[in-house]
């Protein structure tokens, strides 16, 4: 049975593994645990609140078919042996749509979907990790100072974060991190953190719990005609037009499915 273990929760949560402690959060280097038979593992919660994680299992016959002998070797950590890997942007809107309650007629068939979906990109990101020549090279611990980097960016996303200020926590010069943020993370720290306050804006709006100005003072803008293009350029369409779509009471998972048709 292999098993991807995934922290949603900026708290630390202690995994045991063969006797070697980790620790794990939504921020981390190490927020997604991805492990095969034949380890020995001890989960340590925490007593300080509650926790947030999702657990996938499936087993090398679940993807027997769907994948090419060759990749499938390549995606499954042999007998014993495990990794971690970060959680991205895009790994984590699939990782919340699947801890939102849902309560439609078709709520398991979709849970399923949006499983696999999740398991498709973490086994992509995987499989890139043996083959993605942008990372050839790079040193481990530059990598790790680059999560630290971008953990930090993505905890002040109600304020501008300098190149500057994350060279000074990742102990590189300004041109390093210019250098090797976009080999890491595939862009500039500029258009990561942009991308990450829209994001985080869309999650602020779904949640129905703030306005359009509330949401857009979260993710650090003054200026909401500011916000608004920005949100716009993003997803295609204005954070009223998105909000008036959730009050509606629309069902959907994506931002494409409440534009209206006439655009």
């Given at each position: 049975?292999?098993?991807?273990?995934?922290?949603?929760?900026?708290?630390?949560?202690?995994?045991?593994?063969?006797?070697?402690?980790?620790?794990?959060?939504?921020?981390?280097?190490?927020?997604?645990?991805?492990?095969?038979?034949?380890?020995?593992?001890?989960?340590?919660?925490?007593?300080?609140?509650?926790?947030?994680?999702?657990?996938?299992?499936?087993?090398?016959?679940?993807?027997?078919?769907?994948?090419?002998?060759?990749?499938?070797?390549?995606?499954?950590?042999?007998?014993?042996?495990?990794?971690?890997?970060?959680?991205?942007?895009?790994?984590?809107?699939?990782?919340?749509?699947?801890?939102?309650?849902?309560?439609?007629?078709?709520?398991?068939?979709?849970?399923?979907?949006?499983?696999?979906?999740?398991?498709?990109?973490?086994?992509?990101?995987?499989?890139?990790?043996?083959?993605?020549?942008?990372?050839?090279?790079?040193?481990?611990?530059?990598?790790?100072?680059?999560?630290?980097?971008?953990?930090?960016?993505?905890?002040?996303?109600?304020?501008?974060?300098?190149?500057?200020?994350?060279?000074?926590?990742?102990?590189?010069?300004?041109?390093?991190?210019?250098?090797?943020?976009?080999?890491?993370?595939?862009?500039?720290?500029?258009?990561?953190?942009?991308?990450?306050?829209?994001?985080?804006?869309?999650?602020?709006?779904?949640?129905?719990?703030?306005?359009?100005?509330?949401?857009?003072?979260?993710?650090?803008?003054?200026?909401?005609?500011?916000?608004?293009?920005?949100?716009?350029?993003?997803?295609?369409?204005?954070?009223?037009?998105?909000?008036?779509?959730?009050?509606?009471?629309?069902g959907f998972t994506s931002v494409s499915s409440?534009?209206?048709?006439?655009?």
């Open positions: 049975m292999y098993c991807l273990f995934i922290t949603l929760s900026k708290e630390v949560l202690e995994k045991t593994v063969d006797g070697e402690i980790h620790q794990l959060s939504r921020y981390s280097p190490d927020s997604i645990f991805y492990y095969s038979p034949g380890n020995r593992i001890f989960q340590q919660f925490s007593s300080t609140g509650p926790q947030q994680f999702i657990v996938i299992t499936f087993t090398q016959h679940t993807l027997k078919g769907l994948l090419p002998e060759a990749t499938l070797e390549k995606v499954l950590p042999k007998r014993g042996s495990f990794l971690f890997m970060d959680l991205d942007l895009e790994a984590e809107k699939l990782a919340m749509l699947l801890i939102k309650p849902a309560g439609e007629p078709l709520a398991l068939l979709n849970r399923y979907g949006q499983t696999l979906s999740f398991l498709t990109q973490i086994l992509q990101k995987v499989l890139t990790r043996q083959t993605i020549r942008g990372t050839a090279g790079m040193l481990q611990p530059d990598i790790e100072q680059l999560l630290l980097a971008r953990q930090h960016l993505l905890e002040h996303l109600t304020g501008t974060v300098s190149v500057k200020e994350l060279a000074q926590i990742a102990g590189f010069s300004e041109s390093k991190l210019k250098r090797l943020f976009p080999r890491l993370f595939g862009t500039s720290v500029h258009h990561y953190q942009q991308k990450a306050r829209m994001e985080k804006a869309k999650e602020l709006l779904f949640s129905r719990r703030y306005s359009v100005s509330e949401a857009g003072y979260l993710v650090g803008y003054s200026n909401m005609t500011h916000f608004a293009k920005a949100f716009f350029r993003h997803h295609g369409l204005k954070p009223s037009q998105f909000l008036k779509a959730i009050k509606a009471g629309k409440v534009i209206p048709s006439s655009q």
